[in-house]
């Protein structure tokens, strides 16, 4: 076992993992965030994105040893304290971006990071091409597609 | 229309949950003490078990025990069923083999269960799996449905000649042959509807505990329909009374048709369970989803269409041999039979049709219903024969389709349908609009400017939904019936709880069912609660699939509200010193009828549950009532779908660069929710058309084993759609709803193929139509050519 | 995943050191390879050995005519270096192909290029410019470098410390992407430093990423894209599965050659 700390949507956490214990284990086992999910088990499609110091990644492909020390932010760090939503989750309800919900954290993960490297000002096109690295069975995308471009511009208020 | 009311595009009440984390799925529940279960699984795709040694499994760390299948016959735990009667042409029953929950001395699929290890944690359960030492010999393997038939072909099941389940038919053989005689022209395919994994992004998974006190199991589980796998699991596998088993299935990461199915691994889970004294939980990884999941399709057909001179279609027959793989699945038998041949009329006025299914057994994953269930196997059988008819014969096509559209209703097709409403030509006018049909010819000339060839495909696609009244599927052989309960729970402050045998995994009903409720009780949309999935609570129901819950799940929430404002009418009447007759209700507020006395929903409410109003002996006190609903017929959904491709001639790549899907779901509730699932059915028919294909070596291993290889339709596949609705209601429901859940993926794929044929000139193209298949047709066609 | 045990060094001797004494021990850099292997149980290192924490290996820079790309540079931080897409942008294009963003996020250069997997893009731009893979021992030349599917000329203890490529004036890389895996159905790079012109392709031989020495000569002659017009390789020994066929896979080489080189040259 080895000891693992980092900060997790804000509050710092310990814990004594096995080294094998993969990011998103430790999150939903561990720390009982089960709003990251595991989809599948070849790094496809990004079901257990989270953010790593502020940056996008498959918490499937990472260990936990990995992230010692790093900031996390999960689904469950995105609204505010008092509940407010973010402008991202509340996009994704408002164009009915979800239907089973089991992608959905990481589809909105995901987007948040489209907007950290793409802007606020996002084009279809351009949403399709960055969400090469989630899959959702549900919904065809299209309502996705138009939650991120609607959540983007919302979060440039 | 209020803002919450039949008809509005209200958001959905179930997304706050998803979109904060907060879901509960299966995997999310843990049960104190639990225990995590792997499963050893069989390597080969056919081979006898000669030995297991669970010995050094055992010792592994935290390993709690390691079961086998001479465990589980010894605890005399019953075999999986598949509850749905074909009878073949020689009215024999289907000859269904034994499916053990885990492997019983002989393994038939890749991924069969051999053993399975509980252990403290899910890595030291699959540490110890590997320890599991099992002698196999090997023997030879059949994948391939048109070969499982052939003299030589491995025995899969030593009690099934040939591997032939049933050899099913359905129409008069000899109108058709009649019929093709007399043709003018006769257009020939040969069709491989592609095998599919359904691949729902939540894995299936179980966690089962025993309450050693009450002798009470409890089972959480993915699944589409709770109370159907209490049934089965109680009266067939036997694993506990039904009144001793509970099932839950929480949140649900969508369905799609392969979490209808009980699974050996539930069985598996509760056995141990109870034998452990431990909660045990199993997790499917994605590689195993892949292995173990019923997958979809996999059809080898000959059809052939006859016409007249005129383009009027006089005969259809189809010769299909199913794969149903190494198991029967628990509907598996119905799909190729009674949810396909009987959809082979399309939208058309055919007079003769005779199809003929041989079902197989092959020692591949079992087979059973997708998304559609046979009726994107029909679909594309009529739809590809219509449009090569058309091109044959120099009839454009959406022409074609006009000349022998069914005009009018009820009409009886040759095969069972009695399809009871619709307006075909009202839909593909409608889609012809949208998709801009007209100008096709410019923009196919604007594309092969720059080296893009341009195609238009059509599919005129008709279901059959519902899959009700009981009665009728009864005759036809299924096992249980199809109706829906509902129960509607008034509460003394006029909120409303309504329990439906339904169950949601992406659909929506929290929001849609509310609705329904909201404006016919007059009470604001967030005083309803819909409560699913755990049998517990609901006291029964056949789940969600078939595109029935609107159907069939809402019909009887309505039944059920009847009965509340009937009660409530009584109530209202001792309230108001009225005569119950002279009690009106309306927009939430009961009146007697010509004056202003009238008192609300909620004060009803309350005056139902503190009854002193009324003598007990006059009235019983309370307000909840109950419903069964089964409806007088199937549901049609129809509708047109057009799609426009261009392929890129250096790649073979195709780009969808415009869909249309007109559709004619009956009444709609929420548009928003049934455009949802309009695109994400057309995704799905259009991942078949293009991207997706299980693949099985000669040796039965699966070549399409993770998502590395077998591709799910991404963003950057698809293209933006164009929705549009038309409407006739459904006359076999109070709502007239047809149901939305399936048509796109039953639509779609013909649509694709039909607009990638066009563009390349080339009927000879099997899907998926992956850039090479494509590129390789375009070769093949300017072979000839060249020589 | 079976088990191991982690290691974090913050120097690349002391990562060298841990693994002379880990003969089984396996370098962990962005992982995106490694970690999907060993889930499937694939692989068994007794230990890994984490370098993120060693110093100077990540970075970008221009060192006279070449661009040094260190070893845990990221694919989405090589992707958008303003050093790279100024000096040598087709070179960009070869990280911003790879994978999906998230993986783009982890991946990185060394980890890629140790890894040779036979679809991976970055061998493609090794051999495509005749770089240079630097390690702490000495320097090996990309033609050297790449020896057979997932196999290179890194001996036991060596590590990638980075990577130089020189600056060519013309280049580009062209990608059919594999549907499911987003690996290079067939990937080909193509470059033109003075006289010496380059042809790589990845994803599609049977052993690897390779050049095309028939495609090289006829753009010497004019590097245009029309130089390649009617040009295609033997099928054989290229890879077949499901799907691709050899056939389709050496027909695409000339296509995504020509496109290539159309773009090098825009």
Not at chain 1, 29 to 54: F, K, P
């Amino acid at each position: 076992m080895a000891k693992v700390s980092m900060t997790v949507n804000g509050k710092a956490v310990t814990g004594d993992v096995e080294p094998r214990t993969l990011l998103v284990q430790f999150l939903r086992e561990d720390l009982r965030l089960t709003g990251t999910h595991v989809g599948c088990d070849t790094s496809q499609c990004g079901a257990c994105i989270v953010h790593i110091d502020g940056i996008a990644a498959k918490a499937c492909t990472t260990l936990a040893l990995q992230v010692e020390g790093a900031t996390v932010t999960t689904i469950e760090g995105l609204a505010e304290p008092g509940g407010k939503l973010h402008p991202m989750q509340e996009a994704f309800r408002e164009h009915h971006g979800l239907q089973c919900g089991y992608c959905t954290p990481g589809m909105i993960m995901s987007a948040l990071d489209i907007v950290r490297r793409n802007g606020n000002n996002l084009d279809e096109h351009t949403i399709r091409d960055q969400l090469d690295g989630n899959i959702c069975r549900c919904t065809g995308y299209h309502n996705i597609v138009k939650a991120i471009e609607a959540g983007a511009k919302a979060m440039a208020k | 229309m209020s803002a919450t009311g039949i008809g509005a595009p209200v958001r959905r009440k179930e997304d706050f949950r998803f979109i904060t984390g907060q879901g509960q799925y299966t995997d999310d529940v843990v049960r104190p003490g639990e225990t995590k279960a792997a499963f050893v699984r069989s390597p080969h795709a056919h081979a006898k078990i000669k030995s297991i040694d669970v010995a050094a499994a055992k010792k592994m760390p935290g390993v709690v025990d390691v079961l086998t299948g001479a465990d589980l016959a010894t605890d005399k735990i019953g075999n999986l069923i598949c509850g749905w009667m074909i009878h073949s042409k020689d009215g024999s029953p289907m000859k269904m083999s034994a499916h053990p929950a885990i492997a019983a001395g002989k393994v038939n699929c890749v991924g069969d269960a051999v053993a399975v290890v509980v252990a403290e944690t899910h890595a030291q359960a699959r540490d110890a799996a590997e320890k599991v030492k099992v002698e196999y010999e090997v023997l030879q393997a059949v994948v391939d449905p048109a070969k499982a038939q052939a003299k030589g072909a491995p025995q899969i099941h030593a009690d099934i000649a040939n591997n032939t389940i049933y050899q099913w038919h359905l129409g008069d053989q000899k109108a058709v042959d009649a019929a093709f005689a007399a043709a003018k022209h006769v257009t020939k395919l040969d069709i491989v509807n592609n095998r599919l994994v359904p691949n729902a992004m939540e894995p299936r998974a179980a966690l089962a505990e025993y309450d050693a006190g009450t002798d009470n199991l409890t089972l959480w589980n993915t699944s589409q329909n709770p109370h159907v796998a209490r049934l089965v699991i109680a009266a067939f596998v036997g694993m506990a009374p039904e009144h001793k088993l509970r099932v839950i299935a929480p949140d649900v990461g969508g369905g799609f048709g392969s979490k209808i199915f009980i699974y050996p691994e539930e069985v598996v889970c509760l056995w141990a369970a109870r034998k452990l004294r431990r909660p045990v939980k199993w997790t499917s990884d994605r590689s195993e989803a892949f292995l173990t999941d019923a997958h979809g399709r996999d059809h080898v057909t000959h059809a052939e269409l006859a016409l007249d001179a005129n383009g009027k279609i006089l005969a259809l027959r189809a010769k299909t041999i199913a794969n149903l793989g190494a198991y029967m699945s628990t509907f598996s038998s119905s799909v190729p039979t009674y949810l396909y041949g009987t959809l082979l009329s399309g939208q058309y006025d055919i007079p003769s049709i005779y199809c003929e299914v041989d079902a197989v057994y092959t020692n591949t994953a079992p087979v059973d219903a997708y998304r559609g269930a046979g009726r994107p196997e029909a679909t594309f059988v009529v739809e590809r024969l219509v449009e090569v008819a058309a091109r044959q014969m120099g009839i454009e096509p959406a022409e074609l389709r006009r000349r022998n559209f069914i005009k009018t209703f009820p009409h009886q097709t040759p095969v069972i349908m009695a399809y009871d409403a619709g307006d075909y030509h009202a839909s593909l006018k409608k889609a012809l609009e949208l998709a801009d049909v007209k100008g096709f010819a410019k923009r196919k000339r604007e594309a092969a400017r720059h080296g893009k060839l341009r195609g238009l495909g059509y599919s005129a696609y008709i279901e059959a939904c519902g899959i009700a009244p009981s009665q009728a599927v009864g005759s036809l052989g299924c096992g249980v019936g199809l109706w829906e309960s509902a129960e509607v729970r008034v509460n003394p402050t006029g909120s409303v709880e309504v329990l439906t045998g339904c169950h949601a995994h992406g659909q929506g009903h929290e929001t849609t069912f509310a609705q329904l409720v909201s404006e016919r009780l007059g009470i604001p949309f967030e005083n309803v609660s819909i409560v699913h999935g755990d049998t517990d609570k609901v006291q029964f129901g056949m789940g969600t699939y078939g595109s029935r819950s609107g159907a069939v799940g809402m019909s009887a929430i309505v039944k059920a509200l009847d009965k509340v404002e009937a009660k409530a009418k009584k109530v209202a009447a001792y309230m108001l010193e009225a005569a119950e007759g002279d009690i009106e209700f309306k927009d939430g507020k009961f009146t007697v009828a010509g004056t202003d006395k009238s008192a609300a929903f909620g004060d009803v409410a309350l005056n139902a549950y503190v009854a002193h109003k009324f003598a007990g002996a006059d009235l019983e006190p309370g307000l909840k009532e109950t419903s069964f609903y089964d409806p007088t017929n199937f549901t049609f959904p129809a509708g047109c779908h057009i799609c426009e491709v261009e392929v890129d001639i250096d790649t073979g790549k195709t780009t969808i660069v415009n869909w249309t899907a007109v559709d004619d779901f009956g009444t709609v509730i929420n548009p928003m929710i049934v455009e949802g699932q309009v695109h994400g059915g057309v995704a799905q028919g259009i991942g078949q058309a293009l991207l997706e294909g299980a693949v099985y070596d000669k040796s039965g291993q699966l070549v399409t084993g993770s998502m590395m290889d077998y591709t799910m339709p991404r963003a950057h596949d698809l293209p933006s759609f164009h929705v549009g609705l038309t409407e006739t209601k459904a006359p076999s429901n109070p709502l007239g709803i047809k149901g939305c859940g399936e048509a796109g993926a039953i639509a779609a794929p013909a649509a694709v193929i039909n607009a990638i044929t066009d563009a390349i000139g080339t009927e000879d193209l099997a899907m998926p139509a992956t850039a090479n298949a494509v590129w390789s047709a375009l070769q093949r066609a300017q072979a000839p050519k060249a020589a | 995943m079976y088990n191991f045990t982690f290691h974090r060094p913050t120097t690349v001797r002391q990562a060298a050191g841990l693994l002379a004494r880990n003969p089984e021990a396996k370098l962990l850099a962005g992982g995106h390879s490694l970690i999907p292997v060993m889930k499937q149980r694939l692989a068994q290192p007794s230990a890994l050995i984490d370098l993120s924490l060693v110093e100077g290996l990540a970075g970008v820079e221009q060192k006279g005519r070449s661009i040094v790309i260190g070893a845990m540079t990221r694919h989405a931080d090589a992707a958008n270096s303003p050093v790279l897409q100024q000096a040598l942008p087709g070179l960009a294009m070869v990280p911003d192909s790879i994978g999906d963003p998230q993986v783009r996020n982890r991946g990185t250069i060394g980890g890629s290029v140790a890894n040779n997997d036979p679809n991976a893009d970055y061998p493609a731009a090794c051999l495509g410019l005749g770089a240079t893979i630097i390690t702490n021992k000495r320097r090996i030349a990309a033609d050297d470098f790449f020896t057979g599917m997932f196999s290179t000329a890194l001996e036991d203890g060596e590590i990638i410390v980075k990577i130089s490529f020189p600056i060519a004036k013309k280049a580009a890389y062209e990608k059919f992407k594999h549907p499911a895996s987003g690996f290079a159905l067939v990937g080909v790079f193509v470059s033109k430093r003075g006289a010496d012109i380059r042809v790589a392709v990845t994803g599609a031989g049977s052993n690897g990423v390779f050049r095309v020495k028939s495609f090289e000569e006829a753009l010497k002659k004019r590097f245009a894209a029309k130089s390649l017009d009617g040009m295609t390789i033997p099928a054989t020994g290229m890879n077949s599965d499901i799907h691709a066929s050899p056939e389709y896979r050496a027909h695409l080489v000339g296509v995504l050659a020509r496109r290539a080189v159309a773009k090098a040259t825009a």
